[in-house]
Protein backbone atom coordinates (compact mmCIF):
# COMPACT_ATOMS: atom_id res chain seq x y z
CA UNK A 1 0.00 0.00 0.00
CA UNK A 2 0.93 3.38 -0.74
CA UNK A 3 -0.24 6.15 1.64
CA UNK A 4 -0.58 9.84 -0.25
CA UNK A 5 -1.02 13.23 1.96
CA UNK A 6 -1.32 16.50 0.91
CA UNK A 7 -0.95 20.00 1.97
CA UNK A 8 -0.68 23.46 0.65
CA UNK A 9 -4.57 24.18 -0.32
CA UNK A 10 -6.66 27.69 0.88
CA UNK A 11 -8.01 30.60 -0.18
CA UNK A 12 -6.31 32.97 -3.05
CA UNK A 13 -7.77 35.76 -5.11
CA UNK A 14 -8.19 35.55 -8.66
CA UNK A 15 -4.71 35.75 -10.26
CA UNK A 16 -2.95 34.51 -7.44
CA UNK A 17 -0.42 31.68 -6.94
CA UNK A 18 -0.39 28.18 -4.65
CA UNK A 19 1.34 25.14 -4.07
CA UNK A 20 0.27 21.34 -3.56
CA UNK A 21 2.42 19.11 -1.91
CA UNK A 22 2.07 15.44 -2.04
CA UNK A 23 3.52 13.04 0.73
CA UNK A 24 3.94 9.21 -0.90
CA UNK A 25 5.56 6.92 1.20
CA UNK A 26 7.13 4.74 -1.26
CA UNK A 27 7.99 5.02 -5.09
CA UNK A 28 5.45 4.52 -7.70
CA UNK A 29 5.90 5.04 -11.29
CA UNK A 30 3.38 7.26 -12.20
CA UNK A 31 1.52 10.42 -10.04
CA UNK A 32 -1.02 12.74 -10.71
CA UNK A 33 -2.95 15.46 -9.91
CA UNK A 34 -6.57 15.48 -10.00
CA UNK A 35 -9.65 17.44 -8.60
CA UNK A 36 -13.17 17.76 -7.81
CA UNK A 37 -15.71 21.03 -7.95
CA UNK A 38 -19.15 20.17 -6.28
CA UNK A 39 -21.97 18.49 -8.74
CA UNK A 40 -18.81 17.91 -10.96
CA UNK A 41 -17.10 14.99 -12.43
CA UNK A 42 -13.04 14.40 -11.09
CA UNK A 43 -11.29 15.41 -13.78
CA UNK A 44 -7.28 15.10 -14.49
CA UNK A 45 -4.78 18.18 -13.90
CA UNK A 46 -1.40 16.82 -14.87
CA UNK A 47 0.53 13.54 -14.31
CA UNK A 48 4.26 12.82 -14.22
CA UNK A 49 6.20 9.75 -14.42
CA UNK A 50 9.32 8.88 -12.88
CA UNK A 51 11.32 9.56 -15.78
CA UNK A 52 9.87 13.16 -15.54
CA UNK A 53 7.42 13.11 -18.65
CA UNK A 54 4.12 15.43 -18.17
CA UNK A 55 0.91 15.81 -19.61
CA UNK A 56 -1.22 18.35 -18.70
CA UNK A 57 -5.11 19.14 -19.25
CA UNK A 58 -5.85 22.21 -21.72
CA UNK A 59 -7.72 24.26 -18.73
CA UNK A 60 -4.66 24.41 -16.65
CA UNK A 61 -1.33 24.59 -19.49
CA UNK A 62 1.03 27.29 -19.20
CA UNK A 63 -0.43 27.86 -15.66
CA UNK A 64 0.18 24.87 -13.93
CA UNK A 65 3.51 22.72 -13.65
CA UNK A 66 3.31 19.37 -11.84
CA UNK A 67 6.73 18.40 -10.41
CA UNK A 68 8.45 15.43 -8.39
CA UNK A 69 11.20 15.56 -6.07
CA UNK A 70 12.67 11.78 -6.74
CA UNK A 71 14.48 11.22 -3.52
CA UNK A 72 11.88 11.73 -1.09
CA UNK A 73 8.73 10.25 -3.76
CA UNK A 74 7.29 13.77 -3.18
CA UNK A 75 4.74 15.31 -5.43
CA UNK A 76 3.94 19.24 -6.05
CA UNK A 77 1.31 21.38 -8.20
CA UNK A 78 2.99 24.72 -8.80
CA UNK A 79 -0.63 26.91 -10.00
CA UNK A 80 -0.25 30.36 -10.92
CA UNK A 81 -2.33 32.85 -12.36
CA UNK A 82 -5.21 31.24 -10.23
CA UNK A 83 -9.03 31.67 -11.22
CA UNK A 84 -12.30 31.10 -10.01
CA UNK A 85 -12.95 28.20 -12.05
CA UNK A 86 -10.15 26.44 -10.60
CA UNK A 87 -11.87 26.26 -7.13
CA UNK A 88 -12.13 22.72 -6.37
CA UNK A 89 -10.81 19.59 -3.88
CA UNK A 90 -7.36 18.82 -5.26
CA UNK A 91 -6.72 14.88 -4.55
CA UNK A 92 -3.15 13.34 -5.14
CA UNK A 93 -2.84 9.93 -7.19
CA UNK A 94 -0.60 7.54 -7.73
CA UNK A 95 -0.18 3.90 -9.23
CA UNK A 96 2.25 1.29 -10.41
CA UNK A 97 2.17 1.31 -13.89
CA UNK A 98 4.71 3.78 -16.15
CA UNK A 99 2.66 5.97 -18.37
CA UNK A 100 1.08 9.27 -18.70
CA UNK A 101 -2.77 9.12 -17.77
CA UNK A 102 -5.37 11.86 -16.43
CA UNK A 103 -8.32 8.93 -16.00
CA UNK A 104 -8.93 8.61 -12.54
CA UNK A 105 -9.98 4.86 -12.90
CA UNK A 106 -5.96 3.83 -13.52
CA UNK A 107 -5.01 4.84 -10.28
CA UNK A 108 -4.82 2.23 -7.60
CA UNK A 109 -3.34 5.14 -4.76
CA UNK A 110 -5.51 8.40 -3.89
CA UNK A 111 -4.81 10.70 -0.87
CA UNK A 112 -7.66 12.56 1.04
CA UNK A 113 -7.98 15.82 -1.01
CA UNK A 114 -7.23 19.28 -0.25
CA UNK A 115 -9.14 22.32 -0.62
CA UNK A 116 -8.48 24.76 -3.08
CA UNK A 117 -10.75 28.14 -3.43
CA UNK A 118 -10.12 31.08 -5.74
CA UNK A 119 -12.46 34.25 -5.45
CA UNK A 120 -12.89 36.57 -7.92
Known amino acids: QVQLVESGGGSVQAGGSLRLSCAAS?????MAWFRQAPGKEREGVAS???????KYADSVKGRFTISKDGAKYNLYLQMNSLKPEDTAMYYC?????????????????WGQGTQVTVSS
Open 93 to 109: AARMVWGLSLEANTYNY
Open 48 to 54: IVSAGNT
Open 26 to 30: AFTYS
